[in-house]
């Protein structure tokens, strides 16, 4: 499985965003997607969470509420919506493609992309 992810940017606080990730190669050995993030200096952590049938989600607690993650299957993209937006959501983006569900854990990720870079400031 192959991930590109695309979108990031520079947004003012308080302001959205969308992220999204391009999953191919052998799609049908992922079962859930998942979003991530790394903040400079800090580990990387887990954002939210989706499965591919059902669209099941799941999501960190400290973005609950004002991000929402999506799947469109047809085009076998994942997209991260990201609103009331705060200068310590400011990471690199990550997605990552998972054979189990509701996990937060990125050791049960095993397919990685490269990453996108989004910066909440003024």
């Known amino acids: 499985v192959q991930l590109q992810a695309s979108g990031g940017g520079l947004v003012q606080p308080g302001g959205s965003l969308r992220v999204s990730c391009v999953a191919s190669?052998?799609?049908?050995?992922?079962?859930?997607m998942g979003w991530f993030r790394q903040a400079p200096g800090k580990e990387r952590v887990f954002v939210a969470g989706?499965?591919?049938?059902?669209?099941?989600?799941w999501y960190a607690d400290s973005v609950k509420g004002r991000f929402t993650i999506s799947r469109d299957n047809a085009k076998n993209t994942v997209y991260l919506q990201m609103n009331s937006l705060k200068p310590e959501d400011t990471a690199i983006y990550f997605c990552?493609?998972?054979?189990?569900?509701?996990?937060?854990?990125?050791?049960?990720?095993?397919?990685w992309g490269q990453g996108t870079l989004v910066t909440v400031s003024s």
């Open positions: 990552a493609s998972s054979s189990i569900a509701w996990s937060m854990s990125g050791y049960d990720y095993n397919y």
């Open positions: 190669g052998r799609t049908s050995r992922s079962y859930a």
């Open positions: 989706i499965t591919w049938s059902g669209g099941v989600t």
